[in-house]
């Protein structure tokens, strides 16, 4: 299996701050990378896929990147509707997903 | 537009099999290069992929999981079935399925049915 060690697993920032959250993968993924918004007590939404690709409807503030085995995920500028939780997830293989990333507002 | 919602029992007993059902619209699994699968998160727990079921009937499971589901289709009805053995209090959870495009994401969800494992 391959393993994703994502972190933080929580975070606290104030509106208008950059925000990084970073996914590591156990073994090289290419950019076989996806990261999702889980807001409570919703379904996960697809923001990024191949590690760097802007779903369609996604705001811009939203970023990603990496390949291999380190990808980062980022936030430039973190808004009231951003507090969710995070996820990376690889299909390299078998899917796996990160242990998640709860972003609050400080 | 794509739709997917999960269906099945909202309580069984330990030992007991699970069988959910995954309606969807809006796309066919007869598609080359699409797929459904299922995921499913414990309470204030991670998300944790489980199976996948592609349009050419290829399927994969998770290996922790592997002994205990069974995955199919019906093109007709527009149907994903998983079933899941002997199920314990552990897998207690929501259970969602959602659409993937072949490119090894999942962009379309269901809304999840939460399960619980309890006697």
């Known amino acids: 299996d391959i393993q994703m060690t994502q972190s933080p697993s929580s975070l606290s920032a104030s509106v208008g701050d950059r925000v990084t959250i970073t996914c590591q993968a156990s073994?090289?993924?290419?950019?076989?990378l996806n990261w999702y918004q889980q807001k409570p007590g919703k379904a996960p939404k697809l923001l990024i896929y191949?590690?760097?690709n802007l779903e369609t409807g996604v705001p811009s503030r939203f970023s990603g990147s990496g390949s291999g085995t380190d990808f980062t995920f980022t936030i430039s500028s973190l808004q009231p509707e951003d507090i969710a939780t995070y996820y990376c997830?690889?299909?390299?293989?078998?899917?796996?997903f990160g242990g998640g990333t709860k972003v609050e507002i400080k | 537009q794509i739709t997917l919602k999960e269906s099945g029992p909202t309580l069984v007993k330990p030992t007991q099999t699970l069988t959910l059902t995954c309606t969807f619209s809006g796309f066919s699994l007869s598609t080359s290069g699409v797929g459904v699968g299922w995921i499913r998160q414990p309470p204030g727990k991670a998300l944790e992929w489980l199976a996948l079921?592609?349009?050419?009937?290829?399927?994969r499971y998770s290996p922790s999981l592997k002994s205990r589901l069974t995955i199919t289709k019906d093109t007709s009805k527009n149907q994903v079935v998983l079933t899941m053995t002997n199920m314990d209090p552990v897998d207690t959870a929501t259970y969602y399925c959602?659409?993937?495009?072949?490119?090894?994401?999942?962009?379309?969800w269901g809304q999840g049915t939460l399960v619980t494992v309890s006697s």
């Open positions: 073994q090289d993924i290419s950019n076989y």
């Open positions: 079921i592609y349009w050419d009937d290829d399927k």
């Open positions: 959602a659409h993937n495009s072949g490119s090894g994401c999942f962009d379309y």
């Open positions: 997830q690889q299909y390299d293989n078998l899917p796996t």
């Open positions: 191949d590690a760097s």
